[in-house]
């Protein structure tokens, strides 16, 4: 099945993601399938997009989907911070970073990162280094385990999960997603097995965090996007849990307060999307979108 990811709050990016008049540059931190620099390069013909992502499977999508806007787009694969920190200072008229994983992740790319399919646990966006979800659950001592998935899942069964996992993998190492769902399930009270949401999500949460070092990229990364923006330029992040939410929000907050500040907050509440969007894509019910702006 072949999934074309939906844009999140795509009219609020438009609207709060102004591109100046003249040659123009914009970084998309996190291209996915190119929806949202798909809509900046048909709106703004003089505008050209660096489109970061760090697994080539989906960049090529994105390569493919964008391939009509010539060389006004600019694939690169790397991880977003490792990029901007090489990128050169005020050269950016706009950066956006959509924080979210692609439907691509839990549909299509058979890594793991679904709890129900059954398919190899990888969970990895760059297949080619790293630890995997498998080396995770099999590898961390109990006490590591319960500690990823409380710290990056907010998970309050996560010692009982650990310690579940920890001995069925005494029998045999836990390959597949579909197995380490099933170890969840059976670790946890009833009623939380049966509660609004799978009991897995969390874990798998944790496991995909940790695995890509998701957090620990953030603040390094928006750090170098306000050196790469050039002044009135401005930096849109969209979120997609607590954890993302607390740091972009607190780095922006203390950035914006500090003495000789370089940014200003536009957006005092996040914006969130409209309820016609939350029915139209459930995936985005969640989603919170900050916006900065150079000064």
């Known amino acids: 099945m072949e999934v074309v990811h939906y844009p999140v709050m795509h009219r609020e990016v438009l609207e709060n993601l102004p591109i100046p008049e003249g040659d123009s ?13 798909s809509l900046f390069l048909e709106r703004y013909p003089h505008l050209s997009v660096t489109g970061i992502d ?8 994105a390569i493919e989907r964008l391939s009509i806007y010539s060389d006004r787009f600019h694939p690169v694969n790397a991880w977003f911070n490792d990029y901007l920190a090489s990128a050169p200072s005020e050269s950016a008229d706009a950066i956006l970073f959509d924080l979210g994983i692609s439907m691509f992740h839990y549909v299509e790319s058979e890594r793991g990162f679904s709890f129900r399919t059954d398919e190899p646990l990888d969970m990895r966006l760059n297949c080619s280094s790293g630890l995997s979800a498998a080396d995770v659950v099999n590898g961390y001592s109990e006490e590591n385990l319960a500690d990823v998935i409380y710290r990056y899942g907010e998970e309050r069964y996560s010692r009982r999960i650990a310690r579940a996992i920890v001995e069925k993998r005494k029998e045999k190492a836990i390959e597949s997603s579909s197995e380490l769902a099933e170890v969840i399930r059976m670790a946890v009270p009833k009623e939380y097995r049966y509660g609004r949401i799978h009991p897995a999500t969390r874990t798998f949460q944790a496991l995909r965090i940790e695995v890509n ?7 390094p990364a928006l750090e170098e996007a306000i050196r790469v923006l050039k002044k009135g330029g401005r930096i849109a992040v969209i979120t997609f849990h607590s954890l993302e939410d607390r740091k972009v929000k607190w780095f922006f907050k203390e950035e914006a307060a500090r003495e000789g500040a370089r940014i200003r907050i536009l957006t005092k509440k996040p ?20 916006v900065v702006e150079r000064i």
Request: with cysteine.
């Open 213 to 219: 070092s998701e957090l620990d990229r953030i603040t």
């Open 271 to 290: 914006i969130v999307p409209s309820p016609e969007e939350e029915e139209e894509n459930p995936p985005s019910r969640s989603a919170k979108l900050r």
């Open 25 to 37: 540059l914009m970084i998309d931190c996190t291209t996915g399938e190119g929806g949202h620099t």
């Open 54 to 61: 760090r697994d080539s499977e989906i960049q090529k999508k």
